[in-house]
T-cell receptor
């Protein structure tokens, strides 16, 4: 069955370290997204991609970057982790009807 | 602008009905509804496109009033499995059919036996 996976599921890191969160989907969707979810804010868009080599900034992109070298993967990198980036991160991909399918999430703690 | 959901939280007994509202300050192309159970990922429920259509499956349905820039999610004869946080996501007219979603802050629904 097609699916979307994220790794790691939990990560603890220190302030200033570079962290990369992986996202992999097997639906062959062109559109992929990264969100962060914080209490009281709902889901906020960090970056998105509409296809290979395409990346775009979302609402809360400062301190994050993405790259899209193939259809299946959209890794999210925190260049220099900050405590404000402690959050739950969800990756999603969408089909032609713009239905979004979310990965299981990564809980990131920055100490 | 982030859509506004109301109420923020609601507690029901099994079998009771609930309505969750989603309101935007922008002209909308579509409204999307998702449910998220505690500790899990959001799960897609339905999309409503401009044109005022009403959709539903099982005992969960929704409407979209394009002129009022509002959508409502209706849960009838609620079941324990309906518990979770419901999010609406909106796509404005500029975004069109593949526009990005802007999510509301969510409505927490608790169904008690």
């Amino acid at each position: 069955d097609a699916e979307i996976t994220q790794s790691p599921r939990h990560k603890i890191t220190e302030t200033g370290r570079q962290v990369t969160l992986a996202c992999h989907q097997t639906w062959n969707h062109n559109n992929m997204f990264w969100y962060r979810q914080d209490l009281g804010h709902g889901l906020r868009l960090i970056h998105y991609s509409y296809g290979v080599q395409d990346t775009n900034k979302g609402e809360v992109s400062d301190g994050y970057s993405v790259s899209r070298s193939n259809t299946e993967d959209l890794p999210l990198t925190l260049e220099s982790a900050a405590s404000s980036q402690t959050s739950v991160y969800f990756c999603a991909s969408s089909n032609r009807d713009n239905e979004q399918f979310f990965g299981p999430g990564t809980r990131l703690t920055v100490l | 602008q982030q859509p506004v959901q109301s109420p923020q939280a609601v507690i029901l007994r099994e079998g009771e009905d609930a309505v969750i509202n989603c309101s935007s300050s922008k002209a909308l192309y579509s409204v999307h509804w998702y449910r998220q159970k505690h500790g899990e990922a959001p799960v897609f429920l339905m999309i409503l496109l401009k044109g005022g259509e009403q959709k539903g499956h099982d005992k969960i349905s929704a409407s979209f009033n394009e002129k009022k820039q509002q959508s409502s999610l209706y849960l009838t004869a609620s079941q324990l499995s309906y518990s979770g946080t419901y999010f609406c996501g909106t796509v404005d007219n500029y975004g069109g059919s593949q526009g990005n979603l802007i999510f509301g802050k969510g409505t927490k629904l608790s169904v008690k036996p």
